[in-house]
């Protein structure tokens, strides 16, 4: 290895929402066609990567629906719905269930420690 080049070392996902929110972002920068990033963090796999990861896991009856639309709906809101809000509370337990089940998905592919 030369001088020029450096190692880039990929940053783990904390956490099933971090990974979810990142997905989401990701996909609205690249739907954009924006392409300025300041900072940019190499991750241990690529939107399709994730997109597949779901799909794999909503064919497989792991994530239903309703799950899918919490996800999105509060992915878009880029927060979680919050179990002591009463209009929330349903959704938290959705939103809850589907981050273990994602969680546990991307554990098992080594982007979350």
């Given at each position: 290895?030369t ?5 880039i070392?990929a940053e783990?996902?904390q956490?099933?929402e971090?990974l ?5 972002y990701?996909?609205?920068v ?5 392409r ?7 991750r ?5 990567d ?6 794999k ?10 799950q899918l639309?919490v ?5 878009d809101?880029?927060r979680?719905?919050h ?7 349903k ?10 089940v994602?969680?546990n998905?991307a ?7």
């Open positions: 290895m001088q020029t080049q450096s190692i070392i783990k996902f956490s099933a971090q979810w929110f990142w997905f989401l990701s996909r609205a690249r739907n954009d066609f924006s300025v990033r300041a900072n940019p963090t190499r241990p796999c690529e939107i399709l994730v997109e597949t990861m779901i799909t896991l909503y064919l497989s009856g792991k994530l239903t629906d309703e639309n996800m999105k709906k509060y992915g809101k880029r979680a719905p179990q002591h809000i009463w209009n929330e509370n959704d938290a337990a959705k939103w809850k269930i589907a981050m273990e994602l969680e998905a554990q098992k592919s080594g982007w979350i420690d």
